[in-house]
C-alpha cells in the first residue's frame, strides 16, 4: 500500500527564516509522481510541484525548492526567506504511474510569524 | 478547458439525517475520481476513488459511500449521518494516459448537528 509521512504536524518561524518540510513516502511501484500542495485557509489546494520516480533532479522556482533523494525515499520541501503568505497547511502526495489511488501525508501546518 | 463542481460548499445537517454530495467534471473524459475527508485540523484522508462507471474502491470503512453513475459525476452519500461525519470533504480528479496531477474542487463543509 502507498503511504506518505510528514513527521512535522506544525512549524512556526519568523519572517525570511528558511525552513524545510520533510516528506517520506512508501510504496511498490518502480514508476511513481510525488507532489506538494498548498492548503491556504480558503481551503482550495494549490498545486506547487510534480516529480517522477526517475527524475532525481533538484528542483528550484524562485524561493520554493524540493529535495528529491530515491534512495531515503524523501521529497523535502524548502522555503527560503519566508513570508506571512506562505502560512499554510502543506500536503505531500503520492500517486501511482497510472494516476490512480492518490493519497496524501497529514500535512504540515506552517505559520509565519511577521 | 477541465473544471471540477462541488457542491454544495456548506451544509448543516442532524444527526441521523441523510447526505448527498456531488461532484462533477467537465472537460476530460474517464478521469479518476476521488472524494477525501479532511477533520478540523487533520491531514487529507482518502475516503473513495474510481476509475470508471460502476468502479469504486473504498479506502477506509465508514459510514459512507459513494457512486458513479455517469463518468464524470461523483457521489458522495450517506444513509444516516453521525457526529464524527463532520469535516471539510473535497472532490479531486486526474487525468488517465496525462502526466498525473489532482485537480481539486472547492470543497463542502458539513456539520453534523
Known amino acids: 500500500a502507498q503511504k506518505v509521512t510528514q513527521a512535522q504536524t506544525e512549524i512556526s518561524v519568523v519572517e525570511k527564516e528558511d525552513v524545510t518540510l520533510d516528506c517520506v513516502y512508501e510504496t511498490r511501484d518502480t514508476t511513481y509522481y510525488l507532489f506538494w500542495y498548498k492548503q491556504p485557509p480558503s481551503g482550495e489546494l494549490v498545486f506547487l510541484i510534480r516529480r517522477n520516480s526517475f527524475d532525481e533532479q533538484n528542483e528550484i522556482s524562485g524561493r520554493y525548492s524540493w529535495n528529491f533523494q530515491k534512495s531515503t525515499s524523501s521529497f523535502n520541501f524548502t522555503i527560503t526567506a519566508s513570508q506571512v503568505v506562505d502560512s499554510a497547511v502543506y500536503f505531500c502526495g503520492l500517486v501511482d504511474n497510472y494516476g490512480q489511488n492518490f493519497v496524501f501525508g497529514p500535512g504540515t501546518r506552517l505559520s509565519v510569524l511577521p | 478547458s477541465q473544471t471540477i463542481h462541488q457542491w454544495p460548499a456548506t451544509l448543516v445537517q442532524p444527526v441521523g439525517s441523510p447526505l448527498s454530495l456531488e461532484c462533477t467534471v467537465e472537460g476530460t473524459s474517464n478521469p479518476n475520481l476521488y472524494w477525501y475527508r479532511q477533520a478540523a485540523g487533520r491531514g487529507l484522508q482518502l475516503l473513495f476513488y474510481?476509475?470508471?462507471?460502476?468502479?469504486i474502491s473504498s479506502e477506509v470503512p465508514q459510514n459512507l459511500s459513494a457512486s458513479r453513475p455517469q463518468d464524470r459525476q461523483f457521489i458522495l452519500s450517506s444513509k444516516k449521518l453521525l457526529l464524527s461525519d463532520s469535516g471539510f470533504y473535497l472532490c479531486?480528479?486526474?487525468?488517465?494516459?496525462?502526466?498525473?496531477?489532482?485537480?481539486f474542487g472547492q470543497g463542502t463543509r458539513l456539520t453534523v448537528v
Open positions: 474510481s476509475v470508471g462507471i460502476g468502479q
Open positions: 479531486a480528479w486526474t487525468s488517465p494516459g496525462r502526466l498525473p496531477e489532482a485537480f
